[in-house]
């Protein structure tokens, strides 16, 4: 055999059985089914191990070979390569789809002997294709039937951390955040190690490690040394780094008396700034830029424009293969249009100004990351332009860590999406397959923090996950995905994994039920997000209101976004709008989103849009009910310590739909002079007590 490293894999980590208790740290790397049954008790003998030989040595191949030395079972001989390893030459394997991250599992014979051979063209195609044979097996796949390729399609599958450098996350639900800053660079802590495995098992490359909303000092060299620290330990992982830039630093580190983007001042402090990075960070990935939005300082305060502003920047770290990502979520206190449409206003006439190192990040929908929102129209709408793609996989809007909701249809259905141009769909705009472009991006604002389980619960561990599988492949569904999520998290007792999906697949429609359904969007209360203020109408910005969104009087409800209205449904492609704008082919999921429509409307349930306004609350109420049910059934085949932590959760998500539901149903009705259908439950309290709940130290706010 030609020469190469061979590994006698110990199973060393991992192991508990279900019956123990289990905290959550884990996620779903846990040893697949066949190691866990061969060490779930404490009188099995000790497991043979795997044999696993690496051609090659680069720091990533081995930790290849070291995760499946470590978890795969006895008696499997596999080979862990790079196609660039001429022993593989001969056996005509498609290395040619793989591209630089791609992999494939297939069974070979090498030198005479068979072994599962693991490779991609590079060490990090070999290392996702490690972490794909550990799903394979984890799910129910066998050593033998593995025959696996896979190439993502999505080249930045990038997480966006809104943590500050105080070590408080904006929008966080899950603990402070997981970097020190403060004892950054020398302390090294373990968890990094483990966060970026973690991202790596699903195909994550990229990190940003600061808030959008940026302090200049994330770019003094003090910070530069800490964040190279982080690149150090996530390099083998095939994750790089990125920073979030606040475009006003040359004034603030700089001491120059502008930021203009057209002064050639501003451009030589970003390219000295870059090369100063670039030189602690050699494969730095580059900047994200959130610019003239929510008081962040931008191109528009000097009258240059989102282009000027990203191609200079992007020119600064172009020498070094450097990219920026500059948010299109902008929307003026100015500007008297509708919110929604101030993204595209703006950004829409720039396609083809931005440099070809710059991608316009867009939220997948036109106002935040509410519980549904049609997709942003401009997807689609800039052809020359690559569009990232901007999930929230913390849940500001959808009951932050407490409330079980499985952000897996949420994606999908905007990702489904068709855009109205041919058979174009969001998907195919973010995966650049539409217009051909090959630099391409899925961020994710992280719901990652200090918390022993990361995510706040085990279910929104399901979130992290759903968005790295999907940045991998955004054409992927999300019923497959919590399956797969819920087998590696919880073991393979069918019982239990059937129950977490079915748990999981109705459980953001849910929250959609309980909040407001029917497109009714924006209806949380001031600052802190935290539950319902439908009534709210006394902020300075007119679209801070929720008034301002649902636009309730007597009559009627909802947004008209036709002609007679703020006219938003001309941003889509014309059989689009022309959809959106009858509201008898608006789908009704999004009726109020797009009209103003009477209380007596007629819904496909043949009921009322009021009387069906009150059956979609207390569905969602029932579904959190249900959900309970569901999980007492399976406490004995769950560990203690995550069947309580999620039925605690489960019972304050109940209490908190109701309260959704009964302060909007009394605000409803105080608006609309209504009574309730029969048989509906009057709400608790009166309209009064629900506006009286004040809270203060709601996490992830912090004024
Ligand atoms: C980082 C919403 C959130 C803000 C967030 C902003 C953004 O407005 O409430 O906390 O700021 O979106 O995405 O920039």
């Known amino acids: 055999m030609r020469a190469g490293t061979v590994i006698m894999g110990a199973l060393t980590l991992l192991l508990a059985s279900t019956a123990h208790a289990d905290d959550g740290y884990r996620l779903w790397l846990r040893a697949p089914a066949s190691a866990t049954a061969a060490t779930a008790t404490a009188t099995a003998p000790a497991p043979a191990s795997a044999t696993v030989s690496l051609l090659g040595g680069s720091a990533t191949l081995r930790l290849a070979a070291d995760e ?70 984890a799910t129910g796949g066998t050593a033998a039937d593995a025959s696996l390729v896979s190439a993502p399609k999505v080249k930045l599958r990038v997480l966006n951390h809104w943590d500050n450098l105080d070590g408080t996350v904006e929008r966080g639900y899950a603990g402070t955040s997981l970097w020190d800053w403060w004892s950054l660079p020398d302390l090294k802590d373990p968890r990094y190690v483990d966060y970026a495995r973690a991202n790596a098992s699903i195909g994550i490359n990229g990190t940003v490690l600061n808030n959008v909303n940026a302090k200049a000092d994330s770019l003094t060299p003090r910070y530069i040394e800490k964040a190279a620290a982080l690149a150090d330990v996530f390099r083998p992982w095939g994750i790089k780094v990125y920073l979030s830039a606040r475009f006003s630093a040359p004034i603030e580190l700089g001491g120059l008396k502008t930021a203009d983007p057209r002064d050639p001042a501003v451009a030589a402090w970003w390219k000295a700034k870059a090369d100063e990075i670039y030189r602690a960070i050699p494969d730095f990935g580059g900047f994200l830029v959130k610019a003239n939005s929510e008081g962040q300082p931008g191109p528009r305060d000097y009258g240059a424009s989102h282009a000027d502003g990203a191609n200079m920047l992007a020119a600064a770290v172009r020498p070094h293969g450097g990219i920026v990502m500059w948010r299109a979520f902008v929307y003026a206190d100015t500007d008297p249009e509708d919110r929604a449409k101030q993204a595209y206003t703006e950004f829409k006439p720039l396609d083809g100004t931005f440099a070809d190192n710059v991608l316009v990040q867009v939220k997948n929908g036109a106002i935040d990351f509410q519980p549904r929102e049609p997709f942003h129209p401009l997807f689609g709408a800039m052809p020359k332009t690559p569009l990232v793609m901007e999930f929230q996989v913390t849940k500001e809007y959808l009951g932050f860590a407490t409330h079980l909701a499985y952000l897996g249809p949420l994606f999908e259905e905007t990702l ?37 389980d990361w995510s706040g619960s085990t279910f929104n561990q399901a979130n992290w996950y759903v968005f790295g599988r999907m940045a991998w492949d955004p054409t992927l569904a999300a019923q497959p995905i919590a399956r797969e999520w819920a087998q590696q998290t919880f073991g393979t007792d069918r019982r239990v994994v059937d129950t977490a999906v079915a748990m999981m697949m109705g459980s953001r429609e849910a929250v959609v039920d309980y909040t407001g359904a029917f497109g009714l969007a924006h209806l ?100 959190v009910g249900d959900m309970r049910r569901q999980w007492d059934g399976v406490r004995a085949a769950v560990d203690a310590e995550r069947w309580e932590k999620t039925a605690t959760d489960l019972a304050v998500q109940e209490r908190e739909a109701r309260w959704w539901r009964d302060a909007s149903l009394a605000y409803w009705m105080s608006v609309n002079g209504r009574a309730l259908p029969a048989g509906a439950a009057a709400p608790e309290h009166d309209l009064a007590w629900y506006k009286a709940q004040h809270f203060a130290y709601v996490p992830g706010h912090h004024d």
């Open 68 to 137: 499946l030395a470590r978890a795969l079972p006895a008696g499997v001989a596999v080979t862990v390569a790079t196609g660039a390893d001429p022993s593989l030459a001969a056996l005509r394997l498609p290395f040619a789809r793989l591209g630089d991250e791609g992999y494939l599992v297939r069974r070979v014979t090498l030198h005479g002997q068979p072994t599962l051979l693991v490779a991609g063209n590079t060490d990090r195609g070999a290392l996702y294709g490690a972490f794909a044979l550990l799903r394979h097996l």
């Open 416 to 452: 489904a999406a068709r855009t109205g141009r041919g058979r174009e769909t969001v998907a195919s705009v973010v995966d650049g397959s539409s217009e051909g472009h090959r630099l391409t991006g899925m961020a994710g604002v992280a719901n990652i923090g200090r918390d022993r």
């Open 524 to 623: 949380m209360a001031t600052g802190h997000h935290y539950g319902p203020g439908p009534w709210v109408d006394d902020l300075k910005r007119p679209e801070w209101n929720p008034v301002y969104y649902h636009k309730a009087d007597r009559d009627g409800i909802g947004f008209d976004r036709t002609r007679t209205g703020s006219n938003a449904v001309a941003q889509y492609a014309p059989p689009v709008a022309r959809r959106f704008a009858d509201p008898r082919t608006t789908p009704e999921r999004d009726l109020l989103w797009f009209h103003h429509v009477g209380w007596d409307r007629r819904m496909a349930s043949g009921r009322t849009l009021w009387e069906d306004l009150v059956a979609h609350y207390d569905r969602g109420v029932a579904y």
